[in-house]
């Protein structure tokens, strides 16, 4: 069992480090073991919205532009975040780890005041795939929103 609490520090978790998104043309079953989408769209994230439904319910929205999407069909939307690489995350714990604000930043080395340094690699949270949808002329908008409840 988990306690209510430790619930409750999870979902904060997930709403302040999974800060990204992207969506592609790939549409197959979701890979647990992948850390990308299949076909990505777009070459860089874009920063998500994140808000609580409830304490333990957490919606990640991102809007795309239909410029953005290119005329594409899209297949598949992914949430991610940039957390430190395994053998590092105790830096984040034990020295408050810098984790870079800039999306898309990945692989590089953030230093905190204190000097203490981590490496930091792309996490995809989740994936998910669907029926199509578009393709998307220039003026239009794609909203998607991902919710997550943590049990």
């Known amino acids: 069992m988990i306690t209510e609490k430790a619930k409750r520090k999870v979902a904060l978790f997930l709403k302040e480090f999974f ?28 920063a998500t919205t994140n808000t609580e439904s409830s304490d333990l319910v957490v919606d990640f ?6 410029s953005q999407l290119d005329g594409n069909t899209v297949r ?23 984790i870079p604000d800039t999306v898309g930043d990945y692989g590089g ?8 340094e981590a490496t930091v690699e792309k996490t995809m949270l989740a994936r998910v795939n669907f029926d199509a949808l578009g393709t998307f002329s220039s003026s239009d908008e794609l909203e998607v929103i991902l919710t997550i409840g943590v049990e």
């Open 109 to 116: 080395t953030s230093t905190n005041s204190d000097g203490t």
């Open 19 to 46: 800060t990204e998104a992207n969506v592609g043309v790939g549409g197959n079953s979701p890979n647990p073991n992948s850390n990308d989408l299949d076909v990505p769209i777009l070459g860089t994230h874009i």
């Open 61 to 66: 929205t991102a809007i795309f532009t239909g």
């Open 76 to 98: 598949e939307f992914a949430v991610f975040g940039p957390l430190p690489i395994d053998g590092q995350f105790d830096e984040l714990r034990l020295e408050g780890a810098q």
